[in-house]
C-alpha cells in the first residue's frame, strides 16, 4: 500500500496550522528577542488562538491536552509550524520541552505528573534537559562523570552540564547522572527531576553561541551537593540511558520535519529573491545557475522529506526504526545546511542583512549537525545497519526494494 | 612602490608579524568569562603604537607618506599571519597596522596626500572604498550613482551599500559615473569626509558592521576627483584585485588557525574509549584541510606576483585566488566547527565567529558565481 496523499483530517489540520502561521506568527516574528524569544504578552494570546483551534502540544496525548496523534501526523504539522522559529512555542511544541514532556509521559508517577507535566504541557512553565557535560564526549553518554548519591531518603547530586537548553527561566531540570558506576555502561545512569529554585542548582553563565533561536539559551549549570528527594528520581534507577534515547526518537522526526519548513522557506525566499531581481533585462531566475540551485534544493528537500516521513510510517506501525532515524537525521540536518547556503549565495550580500530571516536561520542551522548526535555518529549507525542487512540476505542480488 | 624585498627579509617579518600577534593582539583580546566582539578605542591605539615601534604600519602605503610600503606579495603572507586571531578575518592584527590604502591613491595630487592621506596614516586609520550598491550583485558596469558638474564642483546623487571598515577609516573614495558635457558618462572616483555624508549601518550575519550612505546632492570639488574621469573604473579593478588577494590570505590565515583548533581538539577529545584523531572521518578531514589550504595559498601568492607584474589575466588570477581560498576556508572552518561539536557551536573559542565571518567572505568583493562566468568568458 502506497499512497502520499495527507487523510483530509490531516488535511483540515494543516489548512488551519497554515492559516495560524500567516495570519499570527509570520507577523510576530519581528518582536524576537535573541535568546528569549517573544515577550508573554505577545505569547500568550498567540498560544490561546492555537488552543482554541486544537493544535496545542501535537507530541502529547490527548489527556494531557495535547492532540495524541501518530508520528506521520506530528511530523506534517512540525513541518508546517518549523517555517518560523517562534512557530514551536506558539504550538506548544518546543524543544526541549517537548522530549521532556515525552519522557514524563512514559516514565513519571501521577505525583510527578500533576506537579511537572500538567503545567509543563500548558506552558505555565518550561523546563531543561542537563545532559552533555563539558568534559567528556556528549556522543558518547555512557561516559558522563556527573553523579547522585543515595543518603538517607535523599539523593545528592554534583553534576557540571553545559548546552543545557532554555535553563534560563526554566522551573525545573531532568539531570541525567551516574547513580551506579558498578553496573554496565547502558545502566548506570539515572534521571531526576531538580527544581531549579534548588540552593544547590546554579546557573553558572548562558554560553554564547552561534545561533540565537532557542528561549532562554544554551546555560552551563552546575549542580553542587543538590539535595532532591527521593521521590524525584524519574523513571527506574538504572534507566537514564534508556529514557533519554525514548526522548530521541520522536524527537529526530519532529526536528527533520521542522527543518523541512525552515528548507522550504529559504527556498522560498530564494525564489521570491531571483523572480523580482533584475539582472539587465532577465530576472535572476533566467539564469540557469539560479535553476540549477532551486533544482537542486527542490530534490533534496524533496528526499528527506520522504525519508522522514517513511521513518515516521514505520514508528506508527510500531517499529524502532534506528536506521531510518539516523538517516534522517544526517541527512536532514545536511540538507536545511545546503538549502539555506544557496540561498544566501542567490541573495548575495543582502542575504547577511538582517532585512531577511535567512542569516539567522543560517546561523541556527548549524547546529542541527551536532545535537541529537553528531553527523558522524548517525552515519555510522546507518553504516552498521545496512552491512548488517547485507550480510543476512542470502543472495548477493536480491531485487531493489524498499528496504525493510 | 614596494621595496624589493627578498625572500629571507618577508621571513624575518612575518615571525615579527607572529610574535606581534601572540605578545599583542592575543592577550588584549583575552577576556576570561566575556566574549569579545571588538578591540576599545584604546586598546587600538595601544596596538597601534607598538606596531609602529616593531616598524609595522600602514603597510601598503608609501614610505615617503609614513606608511611601510610593502608590496602585494609581501602583505599577502604577512596578512595571513596578521589574520591568526578572533578578530583577524576583518580586522587583522586588530587594527594594529592601521586602515586601508588602495593603490589607486598612487595618483593622489600633494595637496590630497597632505590633506587626507598622511593625516589618516598618523590617525592610525585608513581610506573606506564606497563601491557597491545594494543588490548589485558585484557588477561594476551596472552602478548608477551619477555626478553632474556645476562649475568647479560635482554633484552626485545615488547610494552605496557594504562599506566596509567605515568605523576604521578618516576618509573614503567614492565612484560615480559622471556626465560629460556630450550627455555621456564616464566612471570616476572622488574623495570624500565621511562626515559630510548620512550614514546608515548594517550588521551583517550579526558580526560585521557595514553601511550604507544615501547622497543627495552631495557636491564635492573637482579637486577631490583621484585620477581622471574615465579611469576610474579601472582604477577600481585594481583595487579590486589587490583586495580580493588580501581577503583570500586573510581567509587562509584563519582556516590555518583554525586548522590548528582541529588538531589540538582531536587530540585531547576522547569518544568512545579513543581520541578523535584516530577515527579516520576525522584524520580525513584535518589532512583534506591541510592539502586544500596549501592549495589555495599558492594560488594567492601566484595571484599577487601576476597583479604585481601585470601579466596577462592578472585580474582573473585575483578572482580565483579569492573564490579558491574563500571556499576552501569556508570549508575548512565548517568541518573544525564539526570536530569540535557543541564546543565548535559556543563562542568561547574563535570559531564561531569565523564561521560568521567567512559567509561574508564568500559573497564579498565578487562571488563565485561572478567569478565563473568571468572565467568562462576568458577561456571559450
Ligand atoms: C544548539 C544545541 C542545543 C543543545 N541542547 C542540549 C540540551 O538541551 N541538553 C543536553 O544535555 N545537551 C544539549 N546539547 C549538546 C549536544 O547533545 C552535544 O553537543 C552532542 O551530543 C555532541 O556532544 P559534544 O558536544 O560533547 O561533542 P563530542 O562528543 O565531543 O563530539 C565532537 C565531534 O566529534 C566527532 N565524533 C564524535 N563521535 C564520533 C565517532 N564515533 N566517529 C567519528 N567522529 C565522531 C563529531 O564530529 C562530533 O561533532 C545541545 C547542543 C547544541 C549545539
Known amino acids: 500500500m502506497f499512497h502520499f496523499t495527507e487523510s483530509e483530517e490531516q488535511r483540515r489540520m ?62 506534517l504539522l512540525s513541518e508546517v509550524i518549523g517555517q518560523s522559529p ?26 510527578q505528573k500533576e506537579k511537572y507535566l500538567r503545567p509543563l504541557a500548558n506552558y505555565d512553565i518550561r523546563s531543561c534537559f542537563a545532559m552533555t557535560e563539558p568534559e567528556v564526549s556528549g556522543s558518547d553518554p555512557r561516559t558522563l562523570q556527573g553523579t547522585a548519591v543515595k543518603d538517607g531518603d535523599e539523593w545528592v547530586i554534583n553534576a557540571h552540564k553545559w548546552y543545557t537548553t532554555g535553563a534560563e527561566g526554566a522551573a525545573f531540570a531532568i539531570a541525567m547522572v551516574v547513580t551506579d558506576p558498578a553496573a554496565d555502561p547502558y545502566h548506570r545512569t539515572s534521571l531526576f527531576i531538580v527544581d531549579t529554585d534548588n540552593p544547590g542548582f546554579e546557573i553558572v553563565r548562558e554560553v554564547p553561541v552561534l545561533g540565537d533561536h532557542y528561549v532562554g539559551g544554551h546555560c552551563e549549570v552546575r549542580f553542587s551537593n543538590c539535595r532532591i528527594p527521593e521521590k524525584n528520581m524519574l523513571g527506574r534507577r538504572g534507566e537514564g540511558f534508556k529514557l533519554a534515547q525514548l526522548r530521541l526518537g520522536p524527537g529526530r522526526i519532529t526536528h527533520a520535519m521542522r527543518w523541512i519548513g525552515v528548507a522550504r522557506r529559504s527556498l522560498n525566499e530564494m525564489i521570491d529573491y531571483s523572480l523580482t531581481k533584475k539582472d539587465g533585462k532577465k530576472t535572476l531566475a533566467d539564469s540557469q545557475i539560479i535553476q540549477n540551485y532551486i533544482a537542486d534544493s527542490e530534490a533534496e528537500i524533496q528526499a528527506s522529506r520522504l525519508l522522514t516521513l517513511h521513518a515516521a510510517w514505520k514508528m506508527d506501525q510500531g517499529d524502532e526504526s534506528r536506521k531510518e532515524v539516523s538517516l534522517i537525521k544526517f541527512y536532514g540536518a545536511q540538507v536545511l545546511n545546503n538549502v539555506i547556503d544557496r540561498a544566501i549565495q542567490t541573495l548575495g550580500m543582502y542575504g547577511l542583512t538582517p532585512n531577511t530571516p535567512l542569516e539567522g536561520l543560517y546561523r541556527e542551522a548549524r547546529a542541527a549537525r551536532i545535537y541529537d548526535g553528531a553527523d558522524e555518529v548517525h552515519r555510522m549507525v546507518v553504516a552498521r545497519h545496512v552491512l548488517k542487512e547485507y550480510q543476512e540476505k542470502e543472495r548477493l542480488n536480491e531485487p531493489a526494494a524498499v528496504p525493510k | 612602490m614596494s621595496n624589493t624585498i627578498v625572500d629571507i627579509e618577508l621571513e624575518i617579518l612575518k615571525k615579527t608579524v607572529h610574535a606581534f600577534i601572540k605578545d599583542h593582539v592575543l592577550p588584549a583580546e ?11 578605542e584604546e586598546v587600538v591605539a595601544h596596538l597601534q603604537t607598538e606596531a609602529k615601534k616593531a616598524g609595522l604600519q600602514a603597510l601598503h602605503a608609501k614610505q615617503e607618506w609614513g606608511g611601510t610600503g610593502l608590496s602585494l606579495s609581501a602583505r599577502a603572507v604577512l596578512l595571513e599571519e596578521a589574520a591568526k586571531h578572533r578578530l583577524g578575518l576583518y580586522h587583522p592584527a586588530g587594527d594594529a597596522f592601521g586602515g586601508d590604502f588602495p593603490s589607486f591613491l598612487d595618483k593622489c595630487s600633494r595637496e590630497q596626500i597632505d590633506k587626507y592621506i598622511k593625516p589618516a596614516i598618523s590617525l592610525g586609520k585608513g581610506c ?22 556645476d562649475g568647479t564642483e560635482w554633484i552626485i546623487n545615488g547610494h552605496k551599500a557594504f562599506i566596509q571598515n567605515m568605523a576604521q577609516s578618516s576618509f573614503g573614495v567614492i565612484l560615480v559615473n559622471c556626465q560629460l558635457e556630450n550627455g555621456d558618462y564616464q566612471p570616476a572616483l572622488f574623495l570624500l569626509e565621511a562626515n559630510q555624508l548620512s550614514i546608515k549601518e548594517t550588521v551583517m550575519i550579526d558580526v560585521q558592521s557595514t553601511h550604507s550612505i544615501v547622497l543627495e546632492n552631495i557636491r564635492v570639488n573637482d579637486c577631490q576627483r583621484v585620477g581622471a574621469i574615465g579611469e576610474g573604473t579601472a582604477l577600481v579593478q585594481h583595487w579590486l584585485a589587490e583586495a580580493q588577494v588580501l581577503l583570500g590570505a586573510k581567509s587562509i590565515g584563519i582556516a590555518t588557525k583554525a ?25 580525513t578531514m584535518l589532512a583534506k584541510s591541510f592539502l586544500n589550504l596549501q592549495a589555495a595559498r599558492l594560488m594567492v601568492s601566484d595571484a599577487a606576483k601576476k597583479i604585481e607584474s601585470k601579466e596577462q589575466n592578472w585580474q582573473l588570477a ?6 579558491q581560498a574563500t571556499e576552501t576556508a569556508s570549508k575548512v572552518i565548517d568541518d573544525i566547527v564539526q570536530i569540535h561539536g557543541g564546543s565548535g ?35 571559450l
Do not use: C
Not at chain 1, 22 to 30: A, L
Not at chain 1, 41 to 61: C, F, M, S, T, Y
Not at chain 2, 30 to 40: F, G, M, Q, T
Open chain 1, 14 to 75: 494543516l489548512d488551519k496550522a497554515s492559516e495560524i502561521m500567516v495570519k499570527y506568527v509570520f507577523p510576530n516574528e519581528k518582536y524576537m528577542v535573541p535568546h528569549r524569544g517573544l515577550p508573554d504578552e505577545i505569547l500568550k494570546p498567540l498560544q490561546q488562538i492555537v488552543k482554541d483551534n486544537g493544535l496545542w502540544a501535537a507530541h502529547l496525548p490527548k489527556e494531557y491536552g495535547g492532540m495524541g496523534m501518530g508520528f506521520v501526523s506530528l511530523g
Open chain 1, 86 to 111: 517562534i512557530g514551536p512555542y506558539i504550538f506548544g511544541s518546543m524543544a526541549p520541552d517537548a522530549g521532556n514532556g515525552e519522557i514524563l509521559v512514559h516514565a513519571a508517577t501521577e505525583d
Open chain 2, 30 to 40: 583575552h577576556a576570561p568569562e566575556k566574549y569579545v566582539k571588538e578591540l576599545s
Open chain 2, 128 to 149: 573606506f572604498v564606497a563601491v557597491w550598491e545594494e543588490q548589485e550583485d558585484n557588477h561594476l558596469d551596472s552602478l548608477t550613482t551619477t555626478a553632474i558638474k
Open chain 2, 259 to 283: 586548522l590548528e583548533f582541529g588538531k589540538q581538539y582531536a587530540m585531547i577529545r576522547i569518544t568512545r574509549g579513543k581520541p578523535l584523531a584516530e577515527f579516520p572521518t576525522i584524520r
Open chain 2, 318 to 323: 585575483a578572482q580565483m585566488a579569492k573564490l
Open chain 2, 345 to 379: 557551536f559556543a563562542g568561547d573559542l574563535p570559531i564561531e565567529r569565523w564561521y560568521k565571518e567567512i559567509r561574508i567572505a564568500r559573497v564579498n568583493l565578487q562571488k563565485a558565481e561572478t567569478i565563473m562566468e568571468n572565467i568562462a568568458d576568458i577561456i
